[in-house]
Each structure stands twice: as C-alpha cells, then as structure tokens.
C-alpha cells in the first residue's frame, strides 16, 4: 500500500479480555517499530522488528505485551488480560532501513479498555 | 540515558505571526534529531531532521530548524503561520538504529 496501514482504527474491550492490533507496513520496510501514545503524551517505544526478529523489545511494559512479524511485513501486536491503564493509541512506523532514513507513521488504533 | 524535552505544551500565536517551539535534547553524543507534526486523527508527519552537517535544516511547509550543539538544542521555527499549522508538534531523537525518543508535544493554536 501506499502508507502504513492500522487496524483497527478504534477497539473497545472489556477489562481481562485478548486483544490484537495489526500493522501493515510500507511495502520493502524492513524495519517495524510500535509505540503507544496516552494522553496528552509522546508516543513511547515499545518494541522494534528487523525483518522477522524483534531486534529491540525492551519498551514492552510487561509480559502481557507480546509482538510478532512472522513473514517480515505484517505484524501484530498482541495484549492479554487487557487492563485499563492499556487504552492508548498504539503507532505502527515503517521505515526502509533503521538507519538514515524516515520512519513512516500510520494513524493508529486507539485502544480503550473498559 | 537519551531524553528530549519540550518546555512549551502550549502555544498560542496569530496567523501571520512567526512561530519558535523549543526542544532541548540531553545525551553524551549527538543524535539524530526530527520534528514530527501530528493533526488531529491523522498520523505523525515528518516535518525535517537532523543528521549532521550544515545546522539549520528546512523541511516541508515552510518549516526550518536549527541545531545548536552548545545549548543542546533544536528549535523549530516558521517565518508566517497559517491557520492550518494548528496541530501538535514532536521534537525526538534518534541514535544510531534505535528507536525514536519523543517530547511529550507542544500543542499549537493558531487565531485569525
């Protein structure tokens, strides 16, 4: 596609229950990253794939956060037991490589936990 | 530890009157640097960056930034705001292939 593409764009659930959030990235980006927004804040790192591995994941808050980008493209991020304090925006960025280059937004899923 | 700092969360200027946000960026070498403008439902833009070189960059939309490596800092600015420049705007860093560090925003309001 011509941009990064998220979906859904909004998501409502109920407290406890499994989410999956997926990215679709530019087409040829090797490099994935994911971050979450709150309110009135900068988006915060979360995690970042090089291809298939996740290279860094050290901004993933706890082990109910896990990401996946199997084939190298497409990845989902995916939340257990969903607590309210996970409502955000979570940002999907592609770029062409991590260095030098522009990493691309998508326009987010926002996330509420109720 | 890398961290970017935005002093100003808001900002009201009139169109037509020339606009400077701030960011200061703290880190033992120099990162990259970027200002991102984020508009309501829509995802974040790059406006311009900063890898090395000459210190004053411009980017899209009449924006231009200047890197001062003396007072850790990398301002943007723009000569003449229009209304449509109402928008929040991101000042972050990069080193090397990490991820980006982001400032918690300035939001911008622009009146006629």
């Known amino acids: 596609g011509a941009g990064v593409s998220q979906t859904p764009s909004n998501k409502v659930t109920e407290k406890g229950k499994y989410v999956e959030l997926r990215c679709d990235p530019i087409?040829?980006?090797?490099?994935l990253y994911w971050y979450r927004q709150s309110l009135g804040q900068g988006p915060e790192f979360l995690i970042y794939?090089?291809?298939?591995?996740?290279?860094?994941d050290s901004g993933l808050p706890n082990d109910r956060f896990f990401a996946v980008r199997p084939e190298g493209s497409v990845s989902t991020l995916k939340i257990q037991r969903t607590e309210r304090g996970d409502s955000a925006v979570y940002l999907c960025?592609?770029?062409?490589?991590?260095?030098?280059?522009?990493?691309?937004f998508g326009q987010g899923t926002r996330l509420t936990v109720v | 530890a890398q961290s970017v700092t935005q002093p100003d969360i808001h900002i009201t200027v009139s169109e037509g009157a020339s606009l400077e946000l701030r960011c200061n960026y703290s880190?033992?070498?120099?990162?990259?640097l970027f200002w991102y403008v984020q508009s309501p439902g829509q995802g974040l833009q790059l406006l311009l960056k900063?890898?090395?070189?000459?210190?004053l960059v411009q980017g899209i939309k009449g924006f231009e930034a200047e890197f001062k490596r003396s007072q850790s800092s990398f301002n943007l600015r723009k000569p003449s705001v229009h209304w449509s420049d109402a928008a929040e705007y991101f000042c972050?860093?990069?080193?090397?292939?990490?991820?980006?560090?982001f400032g918690t925003g300035t939001r911008l309001t622009v009146i006629p």
């Open positions: 960025a592609s770029s062409l490589n991590p260095m030098n280059t522009e990493a691309f």
């Open positions: 087409s040829g980006h090797t490099a």
């Open positions: 794939f090089q291809g298939t591995g996740a290279a860094d």
């Open positions: 880190y033992g070498a120099t990162p990259y």
């Open positions: 900063y890898f090395s070189g000459d210190t």
């Open positions: 972050a860093s990069q080193t090397g292939a990490n991820n980006l560090f």
